[in-house]
């Protein structure tokens, strides 16, 4: 059965395997700044590096407000036994109306970097949403040159549909993104 609205409330928190999701909360602050004001880290994000606490808080509020509305989530992911924070993922847009699709976003610490966290990360976030959410349609968005975040939405069904030229701005110029999309069943 197809509901109508996504259903964001309680808790959500969500099982990956050896990870463990959970929404965005005030408590993750002080490493989400320590994460995103890594150069590395948000080379391919929309976002320029974090340059001061607030900037994180910002974010949380966003991903807080998006939850709210049901318009998408954004977790925290920790790694199950010592509970460190590993980066972040969830839906950063969902389309109920007219057409029941969601877009999937992630983005892991440079330590975390080939070391598989996505291998259990991204099924879960496909099966919520087309489980849990009961959408139709999963997308990515990925910026040219983040051949990692190619290859993993490829092993996990995701098919590259094309690319939309010049379709963002951030950090002072337009960018390319490649579509990414996965149908479910």
């Known amino acids: 059965m197809i509901s109508l609205d996504p259903d964001l409330r309680g808790d959500l928190i969500v099982d990956a395997g050896n990870f463990e999701l959970r929404p965005l909360a005030p408590a993750d602050a002080g ?86 966290v996505m291998a259990g990360v991204l099924p879960t976030l496909v099966s919520f949403g087309f489980e849990r959410l009961t959408l139709r349609r999963l997308e990515a968005l990925v910026t040219p040159g983040n051949d990692r975040s190619c290859r993993l939405l490829e092993r996990h069904g995701f098919a590259r549909e094309g690319v939309l030229r010049e379709y963002g701005f951030w950090k002072d110029r337009y960018w390319d993104q490649i579509v990414y999309g996965r149908i479910s069943l």
């Open 31 to 116: 490493e989400l700044f320590a994460h995103l004001a890594d150069v590395e880290v948000t080379a391919f994000m929309d976002i320029p590096p974090l340059n001061e606490i607030e900037d994180a808080h910002a974010i949380i509020e966003w991903a807080s407000s998006l939850r709210a509305v049901g318009g998408g989530v954004r977790w925290s992911i920790r790694e199950r036994t010592t509970g460190a924070f590993v980066g972040t993922a969830g839906f950063n847009a969902l389309i109920i109306e007219r057409g029941r699709r969601g877009e999937i976003a992630y983005d892991l610490g440079r330590a975390w970097w080939g070391r598989g």
